[in-house]
C-alpha cells in the first residue's frame, strides 16, 4: 500500500512538471527524490501538497497529535491561543498569493503596533485571516501556517506576533571552505523558514578570497583556489594557493552574477545579506596576490595591511564600492578584528604615518584604517559593522559593534549610545562542539549545546531603556575551519540555529527550554525528511552541580537532551539496569558519590553510562596561590567540576610550567590530592603536563614531597579526554603545593580535591 500510495502521489508531482525547477533551485538535484518521498509523508509533519499555484515550494509543518493546548511552532509566538476545531482546505489555496472568499491576506498600513514584521493570524473552521502592515509581516505569518498545517487541515487559532530583535542573524564563513551558490540558498532558505532575517556573509579571509574585484583581478585568479580541500591540512602544509587548473586545486569564487542572484534570493524571503572583507587583518590572501600592500611587501609574509600604505586605502575604497554595488544591505562588515599590530612596529611607512597623524601608540593605527573604511562607507549612506576590536569613543555613532569576545564590549557600547548586535562565543558560535566531542565529528573546541544557546539572555537586567534600545538583535556565528561539506555544515547549524531564530523572535518570558524541547524534536525530524543532515538530541547524561558552602555539600542535578526518556540512577556502586531508582530531584552528597546513571527508553539504555565521583572536600573555599600572575586561584577550590570546554569558568587555563599552593588555613589530616586535566585534540589544543609533584608544608617555608605521578599515553583519538593525577597517602599539613611540568602547549586543570 504505502508503495501504491508513493506512486500516486510521486505522479501527482510529475503533472506539475513546469515546477521541477524550483525543487531543484531550493534543495539541489540529489534531494529531488526525497521530496517525492516526503509527499506520502503527512504524518511526520509535511502535507501531500508541496507546491502553491505560483510553482513556489511550501514546507508544511504538522501540529503534533499529542499536543492539545500548545502550537508545534518555532519561534513560538508572542501571543496564541489554540482553540478546538480545524480548518479544512488545500494547500494550494491556503498558500496563493491571493486571497480567496476562505482565506484573507491583507495588508493594513494602520496595524503599526506590530511594527514592519508583525501580523495578526486567526483561524476559525470557516477560514483564515492573515494581517500585516507589510509584506514581511505576510511573510512571516504564511511561515506560522506552514508550520501549523497538515493533513490538509489547520487547527483553529488566534495568533498576535512580532519579532523581539530587528537582527536575527546567521553568519556562514565561506573562506576557510567554499560554498557553493546552491549550498547557500539552500542555508538561505531554511532561515527563512524560522523567520531569520540576517545572513552575514564572510566572503574574504587568510582561507580564499570569494568573489570578483575588477580593478583587482589577481585575487580570484591567485587566492580563490588552494593546494588542499581541507583547510587543517592546507594550513600544515603551508597555506599555499594555486590556479583553477593546477591538479588537485580546491576552492572557489562567485561571480557578480552569482552574488546578484543570491541577494535577490535572500530579498525574495525577506533575507538582508551583510557581506563582511576583512581590514587590516585576516588578509594573508589579499598579498598573495598583492604583496606590495602589506609590510613586508612580500607574499606569504603576514596577514595584516600597511595602514602607511596609500595603495591600501586606494585598494580598500576599490573593494568596498564594489560591494556597495553588489549588496544593497544598509550595514557593510569591516572585520577589524585579532589584528598582529606587531609589522607596524618595523614598518617606516607607518611609523612615518604616525608622525604625519601625531600618534603617540602603535595601536592607533589600527583605529585610523577603521576609521577610513567607516568614512568610504558612510559616504554612500550606509554604516559600517566590526567585530568588537574596533570600539572606541572615536567611532562615529552610525557604526555597530558585533560584540564576539563576551557581551561586556557590546554593553559598553550601547552604554555609550551605539548600536550592538551579540554574538558572544560561549552561547552563539555553532562551530563549538555541540555534543560530547569524544563523540562528535571535529569542530572547534568550545562546548555549546543547543540549551546553552537556547538558554541564552541577551539583554542583562542592568541595561537601562535607553541602552536596551541600541541591542539591534543576536547572530549565530559558523565558522568553517574545521567544515569541508555542506553535510557537516547543516549538522552543525541544525537544530542550534532554530534555538538561535527563538531566542531573537519570541519574547523572555515566552520562551521555555522545556517547550522548546518538546517542540523540537519534530522538527529535527521533518528537517532530516527533507534531506537535512541535523544533529540528533543525544541520549548521554549530564550533571549540574550546585555547592552550598553554608551547609556544606553538593546538589547534583542530572539532565539529558532528549525528553522522551527517563533518567535512572545507583549511587550506591552498582549495577546500573531498568530496575534502578528513577532520578526525580537533586542528589544531596555531604561527603563523596559515586553515581552513575543512564537514559532509558522502554526499559533499555540510550547512550552511554554516566560515571562520575563527586566530593565535598576539604580544598573547598580554601586560598590557593600561583606562583605566576594567574589570578584563577578561586575556581581551583569552588567544589565545581570542569565540564566539556575549557572555557567554562570551571576551568583554569595554563601555560609553561607552574606551582600552585593551597592554604587549608589550618593543619589537617590528609589522605588523597587529586586534580584533573584535559586533553583535547581540536583547535587551541589542551596538553596533558609532563608530570605533577605534590608537596606538603606546615610552615608554609619547609616542604616534603608526597609523590609524583606523570602523563599516561592517552590515545589521540577520541578528541577530548582527561587524567586524573591522583596522590594516595597520610600526611598531615596546612599547605599543599602541586609543581607541574608543562605538556606541549596549553594545559587546562579544573579543581583541586583534598580529601
Known amino acids: 500500500m504505502s508503495y501504491l500510495c508513493n506512486t500516486i502521489l510521486i505522479g501527482r508531482l510529475l503533472f506539475y512538471e513546469k515546477h521541477i525547477v524550483n525543487l531543484k533551485l531550493i534543495f539541489g538535484m540529489k534531494n529531488l527524490f526525497v521530496i517525492f518521498w516526503l509527499v506520502s509523508l503527512p504524518i511526520v509533519g509535511f502535507s501531500q501538497d508541496l507546491l502553491s499555484s505560483d510553482g513556489n515550494l511550501k514546507m508544511k509543518f504538522a501540529l503534533s497529535k499529542e499536543v492539545q493546548r500548545t502550537i508545534s511552532v518555532i519561534p513560538v509566538p508572542m501571543e496564541y491561543e489554540l482553540q478546538k476545531g480545524y480548518f479544512s482546505i488545500d494547500s494550494l489555496t491556503l498558500f496563493s498569493d491571493v486571497s480567496s472568499p476562505k482565506v484573507k491576506y491583507l495588508i493594513d498600513k494602520k496595524l503599526t503596533q506590530l511594527g514592519g514584521e508583525g501580523y495578526i493570524l486567526e483561524v476559525t473552521s470557516r477560514g483564515v485571516s492573515l494581517k500585516a502592515s507589510s509584506e514581511a509581516g505576510l511573510f512571516y505569518g504564511k511561515m506560522t501556517l506552514h508550520q501549523l498545517y497538515a493533513d490538509n487541515k489547520v487547527p483553529c487559532v488566534r495568533i498576535k506576533d512580532k519579532p523581539r530583535f530587528s537582527h536575527r542573524g546567521i553568519m556562514v564563513d565561506v573562506s576557510r571552505h567554499f560554498f557553493s551558490k546552491e549550498e547557500i540558498k539552500e542555508m538561505i532558505n531554511w532561515m527563512s523558514v524560522y523567520k531569520l532575517n540576517r545572513f552575514h556573509w564572510h566572503l574574504t579571509d587568510d582561507g580564499g578570497w570569494r568573489f570578483e574585484v575588477e580593478d583587482y583581478p589577481e585575487l580570484t585568479k591567485k587566492t580563490a583556489f588552494r593546494s588542499h ?201 555553532l562551530d563549538y562542539f555541540q555534543a560530547s566531542p569524544d563523540k562528535e565529528p571535529l569542530a572547534h573546541d568550545g562546548y555549546t549545546p543547543i540549551e546553552k544557546v537556547y538558554t541564552y539572555k541577551p539583554i542583562p537586567d542592568t541595561l537601562n531603556d535607553e541602552a536596551h534600545a541600541h541591542i539591534l538583535g543576536i547572530q549565530g556565528n559558523i565558522w568553517t575551519e574545521w567544515i569541508p561539506n555542506m553535510k557537516h555544515l547543516e549538522y552543525m547549524a541544525f537544530p542550534r540555529t532554530l534555538a538561535v531564530a527563538e531566542v531573537a523572535w519570541s519574547p523572555e518570558e515566552k520562551r521555555s527550554w522545556k517547550s522548546f524541547r518538546n517542540r523540537l524534536g519534530s522538527h529535527i525530524v521533518k528537517l532530516q525528511d527533507a534531506g537535512v543532515n541535523t544533529y540528533k538530541l543525544s541520549s548521554d547524561i549530564e550533571s549540574v552541580v550546585n555547592v552550598d558552602t553554608v551547609r556544606k555539600k553538593l546538589e547534583v542535578s542530572l539532565k539529558c537532551e532528549r525528553e522522551d526518556v527517563e533518567i535512572r540512577y545507583t549511587d550506591n556502586g ?153 596522590f594516595n597517602g597520610h600526611w598531615n599539613a596546612r599547605y599543599i603545593k602541586m609543581k607541574v611540568k608543562a605538556g606541549d602547549g596549553g594545559m587546562s586543570v579544573d579543581e583541586i580535591i583534598v580529601m
Open 229 to 429: 580541500h581541507l583547510w587543517r591540512e592546507w594550513w600544515k602544509n603551508g597555506g599555499k594557493f594555486v590556479s583553477v587548473d593546477e591538479q588537485g586545486a580546491a576552492g572557489g569564487y562567485y561571480t557578480k552574477e552569482d552574488i546578484k542572484e543570491i541577494v535577490e534570493y535572500a530579498a525574495d524571503r525577506h533575507i538582508t545579506i551583510i557581506p563582511e572583507i576583512e581590514f587590516p587583518g585576516h588578509s594573508r590572501e589579499v598579498f598573495v596576490a598583492y604583496p606590495e600592500l602589506c609590510c613586508a611587501e612580500k607574499p606569504y609574509s603576514g596577514g595584516t595591511f600597511c595602514v602607511g600604505n596609500d595603495k591600501t586605502y586606494a585598494f580598500m575604497k576599490s573593494v568596498l564600492n564594489t560591494v556597495m554595488d553588489l549588496f544593497p544591505s544598509e550595514m557593510v562588515h569591516i572585520g577589524g578584528d585579532e589584528t598582529n599590530t606587531a609589522v607596524w612596529k618595523n614598518c617606516p611607512k607607518c611609523w612615518g604615518l604616525m608622525t604625519k597623524e601625531n600618534m603617540k601608540d602603535i595601536h592607533e593605527l589600527h583605529n585610523y584604517i577603521i576609521g577610513e573604511a567607516e568614512k568610504i562607507l558612510k559616504s554612500r549612506g550606509r554604516r559600517m559593522i566590526g567585530w568588537d576590536e574596533i570600539a572606541n569613543e572615536k567611532r562615529d555613532k552610525s557604526s555597530v559593534i558585533m560584540s564576539w569576545r563576551g557581551e561586556q564590549a557590546g554593553i559598553d557600547a550601547a552604554k555609550k549610545g551605539y548600536d550592538v548586535i551579540l554574538t558572544p562565543l560561549h552561547y552563539l558560535y
Open 574 to 726: 552498582l549495577y546500573l539496569t531498568r530496575k534502578s531508582a528513577l532520578y526525580s530531584w537533586p542528589l544531596v552528597v555531604k561527603d563523596s558519590l559515586c553515581v552513575k546513571a543512564a537514559a532509558f527508553k522502554k526499559g533499555n539504555i540510550q547512550g552511554d553510562i554516566f560515571t562520575q565521583h563527586f566530593y565535598y572536600h576539604k580544598g573547598i573555599g580554601k586560598k590557593v596561590q600561583f606562583s605566576t600572575r594567574n589570578k584563577c586561584g578561586k575556581i581551583l577550590a569552588d567544589g565545581y567540576i570542569g565540564g566539556k570546554t575549557y572555557l567554562d569558568g570551571s576551568w583554569v587555563n595554563l601555560h609553561g610550567d607552574q606551582e600552585f599552593i593551597m592554604d587549608l588555613g589550618e593543619e589537617q589530616e590528609v589522605r588523597t590530592v587529586s586534580t584533573r586535566w584535559m586533553q583535547l585534540r581540536a583547535g587551541a589544543r589542551r596538553h596533558l603536563p609532563q608530570q605533577v609533584e605534590i608537596l606538603f608544608s606546615n610552615d608554609g617555608e619547609n616542604y616534603f614531597s608526597g609523590g609524583i605521578v606523570r602523563k599516561k599515553s592517552l590515545k589521540d583519538i577520541p578528541a577530548l579526554q582527561y587524567q586524573e593525577y591522583i
